[in-house]
């Protein structure tokens, strides 16, 4: 049994509660360290995707087109993006 388990019957009612900003505070606020540890694992994932989404957006708008390194996924949604 997971120690998230208690909360799950929870969850599809607590994603529409309010703005992310409330939330968030909302989480901050609970003592559950389960919780607050989970948070932090969401925080440094979401710290890493805009690290990557950055680099990748800066090497796009430094190398000339047809070059192979923008054919993958990333490259095809930060063009489109900065168009």
Request: aromatic content about 4%.
């Amino acid at each position: 049994m997971s120690v998230m388990t208690p909360a799950a019957p929870c969850i599809p009612y607590l994603v529409k509660l309010g703005s992310p900003r409330l939330r968030r505070f909302l989480v901050k606020m609970v003592p559950w360290p389960v919780l607050q540890r989970l948070r932090q694992i969401v925080d440094i994932i979401a710290d890493n995707v805009l690290e990557i989404f950055q680099a990748k957006k800066g090497r796009l708008g430094n190398m000339a087109t047809g070059h192979e390194e923008g054919k993958d996924i990333m490259g095809i949604l930060c063009r489109s993006q900065c168009e």
